[in-house]
C-alpha cells in the first residue's frame, strides 16, 4: 500500500483480525495519532484475539488485557500509577468494543469518567458481539439482524446514545467518528490528545463478518452510516457544547441497509422503525449543535 | 512506639508505614475506617500516593491490576459482599503475578443480611491464588502487613491478610508501632524487574496456547508451595529486627499434646486459654492457630500435629453439602500421614462468640466426654435454635 497518511505504522503486519475488519484499523489510525508513547489497555472482544498469541503482539505499544467490565478502571489504575512515577507524558488509550463500553463496562466507564480520570477511551462500535459470534448488544441498531435477534425474535430498541450518556458526565472532549473518514478520524484523536481528563471516542467500526457484507466495503459501509446519519458525526465539549462535523448531505438509509446482508430480512414496516429512529436522533441532535462550528 | 489502636487503623497506617503508592477502595462495613484513614492520610499529604476512589469493588481491584503491573507498591481493602464481587479480578491478580495486598475484613455474605464475623467469604476464595494470612491480634495486623509485602514482591503473588469483621476490626490495643526507618530496613521500595512500560512494550495477560497455560499454572504452583517457606523467612527476619513472629503455624503447649484445638484468626486466644484450663484438668491439650490458610502450610502443620490424637476444628464457616472448610484442609493436609482424628465443630457463624469454655468443651466432646452440639454429617453444630 501506499502509505502517505500513516508514518509510524504502530499496527504491525498478522495481525489475526478478519479480512476487511474497520476495528483493527481503527487502532491504526488512534495509533498514529497517540504515538509510542501510549499504554492501552483493553477487556475482552475482537482486539484481544487479534493482538496475538503470547508472546506474539501485533502492536508496537504495551497492551494490557483485563477482565470485561473493567477497562476503564483498570486504565485509571495504569494513569494513577503513571503519574506517580511522574510519567504524565505517556497516554493511556481504554480501549473496548461497544459490548465492553455500552454493556458490561459501563459502570467503570462512569466511575471513570464521573472522576474526569485523565485517559482517553475509545469505543470502537461494530453493533454486536462479534467476537463471541455476532450476538446483540445494546448498541445494535433496530431491526438489525444477529445471532440472538434472529427474524424471529428481532430487536425493537433503537441503539443506545452511548454519547449523551458520556456528554452527561461533563467530561472535556466527546466525539463521534467513522473508520470511512480516517482524516476527520485522526483529527478527532489529535483534539483528544491536547486535552486533559477523560476523553471519549466513540468509533464506527464497520465488520464485515457481522454485517455481511464484502470485505473490499468495509470503508463505503461506513461512509454511507454517515451520509444517512445512523452514525452521525459530531464532538461534544464539557458536555455542554455540541457542533456538528460537516457532511455529505443527508440520504435515505436504503442504501445503507441494502448493504448488508444484517438487514436483509427486515419487514418494511421496520426499516420505517429504523428511518424514523435515524430521523428523530438527527433532529434532535442537530437541534442541540445548531449552528456552533466545529471548534 | 506504644499506641492504642483499632484493628482497622492499624491496616491503614501499617499501608501508610509500607509507603503504599496506590491505593483503590470502596468502603464496607466493616472495613471502612481503613480506607476512611488512608484517605485522610493521603489527603493530608502523610502519605506520597495516589487514592483512586471507585464506584465498586470491582474495579477497585481493576484498579489495583492497572497500577501494581505498571510497577507502583498497591494497597486495598474490601469484606464479605466485596470480596465476593472482586471475584473474578482475584484470580486476575494472582494469575497477572501481581503483588497486591489487601486486606479482607471477615464478615457473613448474604442472605441474610448480617454484618458479623464469618469466614465463608474467605475461605470461599482460597482457589484463586491469593496467600492467604488470617489475623489473631491487633499487633498481627501491622506486622503482618509488612510481611505480607515482603513475601508478595519476593514471590510476585498477591496477599490477603484476613481481620475477624469486628471482634478484630473494632478492637483497640496497645501494640507496638514501628519507626518508618525500621520500616524501611525491613521493607525496601518496591522495584520489580518486569512491568508494564512504553520503553520495552510487551503484553500483559494477552492470549496463549494451551502448552504454555499449562506450563504457567505448572510453575505458579510450584511457587505458590514455595510461600510457606518464604513466609517463614520473612517471619524469622522480622522477628530478629522486631522481636516479634508471625509465622504460618503459630503452636501453644504443643509438644505433648494429645488433643489440639486448631482456629483461624482471633479466636486463637481463647484456643489458648481452653488448652491450658484443659490442663489444669490433666488432659495433655494445646492449641494451634493456622495463620496461613493459603497455600496450605502442609509440612509446618504436620510437623507441629505429629504428636496428637484428637485434632478439634474449629470452623467460622461452613461448604455446603460437605463440612468446615478448615476441617477439610486439615484432612487433606495429614491424609495417609497421620491417624489423628479429626472433630469439625461449625460455630461462631454470623459473629456468635466463640468463648474459651465452648471451645474446652468441644475438646472434652472429643474425647468421649457430654455431648453439646448436633451432629450433622461430618460436623458437629454447636448453639442451633432448636
Given amino acids: 500500500m501506499n502509505n502517505k497518511i500513516l508514518k509510524q505504522e504502530l499496527l504491525a503486519p498478522g495481525h489475526m483480525g478478519c479480512p476487511g475488519c474497520g476495528a483493527s484499523l481503527v487502532m491504526r489510525y488512534v495509533l498514529e495519532v497517540l504515538g509510542p508513547k501510549t499504554m492501552v489497555v483493553m477487556p475482552a472482544g475482537c482486539w484481544p484475539t487479534f493482538v496475538g498469541l503470547y508472546p506474539s503482539t501485533c502492536l508496537r505499544v504495551p497492551v494490557m488485557s483485563v477482565p470485561f467490565a473493567t477497562t476503564a478502571m483498570a486504565a485509571a489504575g495504569v494513569r494513577a500509577s503513571l503519574d506517580r512515577q511522574g510519567k504524565g507524558e505517556t497516554n493511556v488509550l481504554a480501549w473496548a468494543g461497544d459490548g465492553g463500553t455500552f454493556d458490561i463496562g459501563l459502570q467503570a466507564l462512569s466511575g471513570a469518567a464521573e472522576k474526569n480520570t485523565d485517559i482517553i477511551y475509545v469505543c470502537y462500535d461494530n453493533e454486536a458481539y462479534m467476537n463471541t459470534g455476532i450476538q446483540r448488544s445494546s448498541a445494535t441498531p433496530p431491526g438489525c439482524w444477529t445471532t440472538t435477534t434472529p427474524a424471529s425474535a428481532p430487536k425493537l430498541e433503537p441503539k443506545k446514545n452511548i454519547v449523551e450518556i458520556m456528554a452527561a458526565h461533563r467530561i472535556p472532549y466527546v466525539a463521534t467518528a467513522s473508520v470511512g473518514y480516517p482524516r476527520d478520524l485522526m483529527d478527532k484523536v489529535e483534539k483528544a490528545k491536547g486535552l486533559k481528563g477523560t476523553r471519549f471516542l466513540h468509533i464506527l467500526a464497520s465488520c464485515p463478518t457481522g454485517w455481511r457484507h464484502d470485505t473490499e466495503l468495509t470503508m463505503e459501509v461506513a461512509r454511507k452510516a454517515v451520509e444517512c446519519r445512523a452514525f452521525p458525526l459530531y464532538e461534544v465539549w464539557d458536555g455542554v457544547r455540541w457542533s456538528l462535523t460537516p457532511m455529505a448531505a443527508k440520504t435515505p438509509v436504503t442504501d445503507y441497509l441494502n448493504m448488508q446482508g444484517r438487514f436483509k430480512a427486515m419487514s418494511a414496516p421496520q426499516r420505517e422503525v429504523f428511518q424514523n429512529w435515524v430521523d428523530e436522533d438527527w433532529a434532535r441532535l442537530s437541534e442541540k449543535c445548531g449552528d456552533n462550528p466545529a471548534a | 512506639m506504644k499506641r492504642v489502636i483499632m484493628g482497622t487503623e492499624t491496616a491503614a497506617l501499617a499501608a501508610v508505614l509500607a509507603r503504599v503508592q496506590v491505593v483503590a477502595a470502596y468502603p464496607i462495613t466493616p472495613q471502612t475506617v481503613t480506607v476512611e484513614e488512608l484517605s485522610d492520610y493521603i489527603g493530608k499529604g502523610e502519605l506520597d500516593a495516589a487514592y483512586i476512589t471507585v464506584e465498586s469493588e470491582h474495579s477497585a481491584m481493576a484498579a489495583c491490576v492497572g497500577a501494581s503491573a505498571t510497577g507502583s507498591r498497591t494497597f486495598t481493602a474490601t469484606s464479605s459482599q466485596g470480596l465476593a464481587l472482586m471475584h473474578e479480578m482475584l484470580h486476575h491478580a494472582a494469575g497477572g503475578r501481581l503483588p497486591i495486598v489487601m486486606l479482607n ?260 466432646e472429643s474425647l468421649g466426654g457430654q455431648k453439646q452440639g448436633l451432629e450433622l454429617g461430618d460436623s458437629i453444630w454447636i448453639k442451633v435454635l432448636p
Avoid at chain 2, 199 to 215: E, H, I, K, Q, R
Avoid at chain 2, 263 to 289: C, F, H, M, P, Y
Avoid at chain 2, 318 to 347: D, R
Fill in chain 2, 105 to 364: 475484613a471477615n464478615r457473613a455474605l448474604s442472605p441474610p443480611w448480617n454484618l458479623y464475623c464469618d469466614h465463608t467469604d474467605s475461605l470461599s476464595q482460597r482457589d484463586t491464588g491469593w496467600i492467604q494470612y488470617y489475623c489473631c491480634d491487633v499487633q498481627d495486623v501491622m506486622d503482618s502487613t509488612f510481611i505480607a509485602y515482603r513475601v508478595a514482591e519476593k514471590v510476585m503473588l498477591p496477599v490477603m491478610i484476613n481481620l475477624d469483621g469486628f471482634y478484630l476490626t473494632h478492637t483497640s490495643e496497645v501494640i507496638d508501632v514501628p519507626d518508618q526507618e525500621e520500616v524501611d530496613r525491613y521493607l525496601p521500595p518496591y522495584d520489580p524487574a518486569d512491568k508494564v512500560d512504553v520503553d520495552n512494550p510487551s503484553t500483559y495477560g494477552c492470549v496463549c496456547g494451551a502448552d504454555l497455560f499449562s506450563s504457567l499454572k505448572y510453575r505458579r504452583q510450584m511457587e505458590t508451595l514455595a510461600v510457606e517457606q518464604a513466609w517463614q523467612e520473612a517471619s524469622d527476619e522480622f522477628a530478629a529486627q522486631f522481636g516479634r513472629s508471625h509465622a504460618p503455624v503459630q503452636g501453644h503447649n504443643l509438644d505433648d499434646a494429645e488433643v489440639v484445638i486448631v482456629t483461624i484468626g482471633t479466636a486463637g486466644g481463647a484456643a489458648q486459654l481452653a488448652a491450658d484450663a484443659l490442663r489444669e484438668e490433666g488432659v495433655a491439650a494445646g492449641s494451634l492457630n493456622l495463620a496461613m490458610v493459603r497455600p496450605f502450610p502442609y509440612e509446618s502443620f504436620r510437623r507441629a500435629v505429629s504428636g496428637a490424637k484428637h485434632l478439634v476444628v474449629l470452623d467460622r464457616d461452613v461448604s455446603f453439602g460437605a463440612e468446615g472448610i478448615v476441617a477439610q484442609e486439615v484432612k487433606s493436609c495429614l491424609y495417609g500421614k497421620s491417624s489423628a482424628q479429626v472433630h469439625c465443630y461449625i460455630a461462631g457463624v454470623g459473629g456468635m462468640d466463640i468463648t474459651e469454655e465452648i471451645l474446652a468443651d468441644m475438646a472434652r
